[in-house]
């Protein structure tokens, strides 16, 4: 007789939330946690004299979250973040509307990264990278898009401002990210969980 063996952890298919017990609870749980972490990580913003967008850490809660959480669960959690948002919850950044974009490519991002991490591109530090930086365009193209509307002025300048000024901080982030999702599955693999 042999003995049934567990799913493997670290195989692609799964994501670290995965792994949580409690199905419903856990997935209700994690949903509106992750609205709120996008919520409190806009609290922390740095506006830059020459741009009308400030530095937060909302892309990288949504990138790493989104990895973490998979698909559904993250893209039900930045759409919760969006609509409890346009419903008067006072958690996004103060910028007039510049920075609306930027938030509808968070549900964008949150459904591709969290997809691309269930096919098991979140396990190494070169696919982890390019996963992050998909992420990066899907946020930096609707954000871009969303400030060249909001001002009135062509996608030239609105990349010029909205993108450009985060190229460093966001390669900072992704390298970070890079190091945090293989290291996570491989002690999630060594454990055996």
Same mark, same amino acid.
């Given at each position: ?10 195989? =692609? ?15 209700? #749980? ?13 609290? *922390?913003? *740095?506006?830059? =004299? ?27 959690? #930045?759409? /919760?973040?969006?609509?409890? @948002?346009?419903?008067?919850? =006072? ?27 269930? /096919? ?8 982890? *990278?390019?996963?992050?930086?998909? @992420? ?5 193209? #609707? @954000? +871009?898009?969303? /400030?060249?509307? +909001?001002? @009135? ?11 450009? =000024? ?6 900072? %982030? ?11 599955? %491989? ?5 055996? #969980?």
């Amino acid at each position: 007789m042999s003995a049934i063996s567990a799913p493997n952890p670290i195989a =692609p298919g799964r994501v670290l939330a995965d792994l949580v017990p409690g199905e419903r609870v856990r997935d209700i #749980a994690l949903i509106g946690t992750f609205a709120a972490v996008i919520g409190l990580s806009a609290q *922390v913003a *740095v506006f830059l =004299p020459f741009s009308p967008v400030p530095v937060t850490g909302q892309t990288f809660a949504v990138l790493l979250g989104a990895a973490a959480l998979g698909a559904g669960r993250a893209t039900l959690g #930045a759409s /919760l973040y969006l609509v409890l @948002g346009v419903a008067g919850v =006072p958690w996004f950044t103060a910028t007039g509307g510049a920075s609306f974009g930027y938030i509808i490519g968070f549900v964008a991002a949150a459904w591709i990264v969290g997809r691309l991490a269930r /096919l098991g591109n979140d396990r190494t530090v070169a696919r982890t *990278v390019a996963l992050m930086a998909v @992420g990066n365009l899907v946020i930096y193209a #609707a @954000g +871009v898009t969303g /400030l060249a509307l +909001v001002l @009135g002025v062509g996608i030239v300048e609105a990349t010029l401002l909205g993108a450009v =000024p985060f190229l460093i901080g966001d390669a900072v %982030k992704l390298a970070l990210a890079a190091a945090l999702l293989p290291a996570t599955w %491989k002690l999630v693999g060594s454990h055996g #969980a």
